[in-house]
């Protein structure tokens, strides 16, 4: 595993400094994927018994080939997943790369997403060109533990933000800043804006996006 993933940055020689914006580790990456590997084995199997049994085994290996390889294709884009700031620029890479630069996003939205007890909230970076998106993950709430984007990676990600004029990123930056002074002087979750931006979404939804001006209205209640 490569410094960048293990110790949360690195740069490129001569470049902008490179940081991280997952938090996946290798030994994480590496459970969900056997575990994947066996959900989709499973599946693909059981798809493949019931068309094996209609219509024979060409039928069964044929269906099973046909739910297991898109299944497994898409788990290792997932597993495959890393997320990086460079200067102004995420990079995304999966099974392939995508570049997305902050100060031309034409649009970003903030998302709560809410599974299995969790409440999860991030930035959806839409950039103009190609209509390519970015989701960054920015803190994991689940009662009274949780886990939040370092404060390296939020005041990078602050500044990049500050420079977009097209989606006013000044108010997403803001957003960042509160959380970060409310980091440095250890308030409790429930003092943190991410949390209370998690807090407020409603239940029941798997998804709730928080769109330019309701975030400055939040962001405007909080001085």
């Known amino acids: 595993m490569s410094d960048i993933d293990e110790a949360g940055s690195g740069g490129t020689s001569g470049g902008p400094e490179r940081v991280t914006l997952h938090r996946t580790t290798a030994k994480v990456r590496r459970r969900r994927f056997w575990v994947g590997a066996v959900a989709v084995l499973v599946l693909s199997a059981a798809c493949g018994g019931i068309a094996g049994l209609i219509g024979g085994r060409t039928a069964g290996l044929a269906a099973a080939a046909a739910v297991g390889l898109p299944l497994l294709y898409v788990l290792v884009c997932q597993v495959r997943r890393r997320l990086w700031l460079e200067g102004s620029t995420l990079i995304?890479?999966?099974c392939g790369s995508r570049r997305v630069?902050?100060?031309g996003a034409g649009r970003i939205d903030v998302l709560v997403t809410?599974?299995?007890g969790a409440r999860s909230v991030g930035l959806m970076i839409n950039?103009?060109?190609?209509?390519?998106?970015?989701r960054i993950d920015l803190a994991v709430y689940a009662g009274d533990r949780g886990w939040e984007l370092d404060i390296l990676a939020l005041r990078r990600l602050?500044?990049?933000l500050a420079n977009n004029t097209d989606a006013n990123g000044m108010v997403f930056t803001e957003l960042l800043v509160a959380q970060l002074r409310a980091a440095a002087r250890e308030a409790p979750f429930g003092e943190r804006p991410l949390h209370q931006l998690a807090v407020a979404a409603p239940s029941g939804k798997l998804v709730q996006r928080y769109r330019m001006d309701a975030v400055s209205r939040f962001v405007a209640s909080l001085e």
């Open 158 to 160: 602050a500044d990049a």
């Open 127 to 134: 950039a103009h060109q190609r209509r390519r998106s970015v």
């Open 92 to 94: 995304l890479r999966t």
């Open 101 to 103: 630069d902050l100060t």
């Open 114 to 116: 809410e599974m299995r």
